[in-house]
């Protein structure tokens, strides 16, 4: 059959089971449902002859379609030796992942390969293009690349590119290897490697990771190479050495693991020896969580380090240069409908050295809770009981078990907009000692009665402002504990923590079971708030408390005065959106007649773009502290942001963190520049520091973690260039 000038377009579908011929399913139709094994033509002209030697020609425009891979040129011609198409004239090829455009290409519809010569591509999960002299695709979704450069900068934009002798990218596992490879930076060759694998997109993939390059303050300049091992779907680890100019070269390896039941990762810095200090320094840490079938659950929290400046050292932060203990401890804990049970055994390592051996923490060898809830029982009552059981131990002091049991009856009212709860519990606690002064009750106990009456209204009404909420939220909570005589009881774990609006509300005033405070207490607090109904948003929230007391308090801790005063400190807390993107947030407590401010906190944070934060922040807590901060991330023009810290002590007058840095962005790379000065330890040491960090998009950055830096030390700001 012979066919020219068609005068519409015809399409020929063939149907390509391996077992036959082309010249034996030629077909023409106008309709038919097709798979993703049929191959489907649409052709302007065709010149085709059906026999014992087909052949054929197409031109006026060609597409083939097989399942979702579509190829398109201006002619074809068919070679039945190969069981293939030769495509000419702006030929052009895609898929759900690729996109390729050339001169000519084989399509060779009996293997699924398509050959390109001279083409150029993009990837569309990552946004990236390239050209290669061939490129080859076959139906397993595997690219191979000859004389190929690559890039995620927009075309006229090649700010940098990796340039490669052979590159194979296997879309379906998610890997590329490439030979004899270059990276161009600004048209300059700044690697060159015979060979890597790296992964594509999100998939997991062995092998050297970016470098880390920049400044460690004290400890000199730093080099860390990463190296990346995908152990199987759901084992990895990550080996790093480490050089410290001034201290040698340090092993950092992490290793994380998720299975069913367990999660978790585990830790191990290893310097052989550190030339500062002449000494072998270490880290080990541990993280694992298993979860049970029968919903119990266990964790090991485990962290230790082979001297006390470690952190200080080779940490890196004024977070961790403030570190004083380190937890050790391993715990079960299971929640029922009506139970809950917890059981650990916790051990610390102080690596403060300041701290006194009478100050460490106990040791709980082994610490066990158990706590059971009824709710809506008889008459509408909720009934619980908590109880607990420990074992203190230390090398000086006071050791011992102590056992406690906590009954409690609640008889909760509660409707819309308003609520009443009135409550007993009966605490009983029995002590059994060990090591006291001679004399001391080493059994010791305490039973006391505890009443409370708690309640709350919620008043709302709608304001002059369309669609906004005022609501009026009063609370009052009564608390009556009488004196028992505690001064024999020892201190295992209680402290006096800082009044806030939890604390507030708390019936003991002291955290932890050594000490119940005496007390008839009233503790009366209002919080008022307006809602935007538009959109959701919390426009202000303001609340205001303080605790009235009834009668004198004796109850003490060691060294803690009684409380001779009618009332607590006010607590105050204000947050609202001053204008637009304006928010302020404000914290305050004040004593009464001239106990004065006892702590403050302000903070103003103006961000009318995602990419500009402005924040100003203040903190004081009396015969303690006093700070004030300083932070922004701000455009300076398109590309230049500028991002900065500084955060001063007004109590020291001295500097506690000074940063400034320049980012430039641009559509395809990016580059941080950061220089740090910084409360190291805690004698006062200061360190600087200095971070560079090129960031090639789509691929990886090269430098110091900059962008890490910035996100601890700038509220909101985020490394978006990434």
Not at 22 to 31: A, E, H, K, N, P
Not at 524 to 540: A, F, N, W
């Amino acid at each position: 059959m012979t066919s020219t000038g068609l005068a519409q377009q015809t399409r020929l579908v063939c149907e390509t089971p391996p077992d036959r011929r082309l010249s034996d399913r030629l077909v023409i139709t106008s309709d038919g449902e097709i798979d993703d094994e049929t191959i489907e033509f649409e052709v302007g002209e065709i010149d085709a002859s059906l026999g014992a030697n087909p052949r054929g020609s197409m031109s006026g425009g060609i597409v083939v379609r097989q399942g979702q891979r579509v190829a398109g040129a201006d002619a074809a011609r068919y070679v039945p030796e190969t069981q293939s198409l030769l495509l000419t004239g702006a030929v052009r090829f895609e898929d759900p992942d690729t996109e390729v455009q050339s001169e000519s290409a084989e399509f060779s519809y009996g293997t699924g390969r398509i050959r390109f010569d001279d083409a150029s591509f993009a990837l569309g999960a990552s946004n990236s293009r390239g050209a290669a002299d061939v490129l080859e695709i076959n139906r397993q979704g595997v690219l191979q690349l000859n004389e190929v450069s690559y890039t995620t900068c927009p075309p006229g934009s090649d700010d940098w590119a990796i340039e490669a002798g052979e590159i194979k990218l296997d879309t379906v596992a998610g890997t590329g290897t490439a030979r004899n490879v270059k990276l161009r930076f600004e048209g300059v060759p700044i690697l060159y490697t015979p060979y890597f694998s790296f992964p594509l997109g999100d998939a997991r993939k062995s092998g050297i990771l970016a470098p880390v390059i920049g400044s460690a303050g004290r400890s000199g300049n730093e080099l860390s190479v990463p190296y990346y091992w995908n152990i199987r779907e759901n084992y990895d680890a990550t080996i790093t050495p480490r050089l410290l100019t001034a201290r040698g070269t340090q092993i950092e390896t992490e290793f994380r693991y998720l299975t069913r039941r367990n999660s978790g990762v585990a830790a191990v810095e290893y310097l052989a020896d550190d030339s500062m200090t002449n000494s072998t320094r270490h880290m080990m840490l541990l993280r694992h969580s298993t979860l049970f079938d029968n919903a119990w659950r266990n964790v090991i929290d485990f962290t230790e380090v082979s001297d006390a400046q470690y952190f200080e050292d080779l940490g890196g932060s004024l977070a961790a240069s403030s570190t004083t203990h380190l937890n050790q401890r391993a715990w079960f804990d299971f929640y029922g409908e009506h139970w809950s049970a917890f059981a650990q055994v916790q051990d610390h390592q102080t690596i403060d050295e300041s701290i006194v051996s009478e100050d460490l923490p106990y040791r709980r060898l082994p610490q066990a809770r158990l706590r059971g809830v009824w709710p809506d029982q008889a008459l509408g009552l909720d009934l619980a009981v908590g109880s607990e059981l420990v074992y203190f131990d230390r090398d000086v002091g006071v050791t011992g078990w102590r056992f406690n049991i906590a009954p409690e009856v609640t008889w909760p009212l509660q409707r819309s907009g308003w609520f009443v709860i009135p409550g007993v519990t009966m605490d009983y606690t029995q002590y059994q000692l060990e090591d006291t002064a001679p004399g001391d009750d080493t059994e010791p106990s305490r039973t006391l009665p505890i009443a409370s009456f708690d309640t709350g209204i919620i008043l709302e009404r709608s304001l002059k402002s369309p669609n906004r909420v005022m609501t009026l939220e009063p609370r009052l909570l009564y608390t009556h504990i009488p004196y028992r005589e505690q001064s024999g009881l020892p201190v295992f774990d209680t402290i006096l923590p800082d009044l806030n609006l939890v604390q507030l509300y708390r019936r003991n005033r002291y955290l932890g079971i050594d000490r119940i405070g005496d007390t008839d207490q009233l503790s009366i607090g209002i919080t008022s708030r307006i809602h935007d109904l538009g959109d959701g948003k919390e426009l202000v929230t303001a609340t205001i408390g303080q605790a009235r007391y009834l009668s004198e308090q004796g109850v003490t801790l060691p060294g803690e005065l009684p409380v001779s005063s009618e009332s607590s400190d006010y607590i105050a807390e204000v947050r609202f959106l001053l204008y637009q993107n304006l928010n302020f947030d404000f914290g305050h407590q004040w004593g009464v007649e001239d106990r004065g401010t006892t702590r403050s906190e302000a903070r103003i944070q103006y961000r009318p773009q995602a990419n500009k934060i402005f924040n100003i922040a203040y903190r004081f807590r009396r015969d303690s502290l006093e700070q004030g901060d300083v932070s922004l991330s701000w455009p300076l023009t398109q590309n230049w942001n500028l991002v900065g810290r500084y955060n001063y002590s007004l109590r020291d007058e001295e500097p506690l963190e000074e940063l400034v840095g320049l980012e430039y962005e641009s559509c395809c790379w990016g580059l941080r520049l950061v220089s740090r000065r910084y409360l190291s330890t805690r004698d006062g040491t200061m360190d600087n520091s200095f971070g560079l960090q090129l960031v090639l998009k789509g691929v990886s950055s090269v430098g110091s973690s900059a962008d890490a830096m910035l996100e601890r030390g700038i509220l909101g700001y985020s490394a978006a260039m990434n």
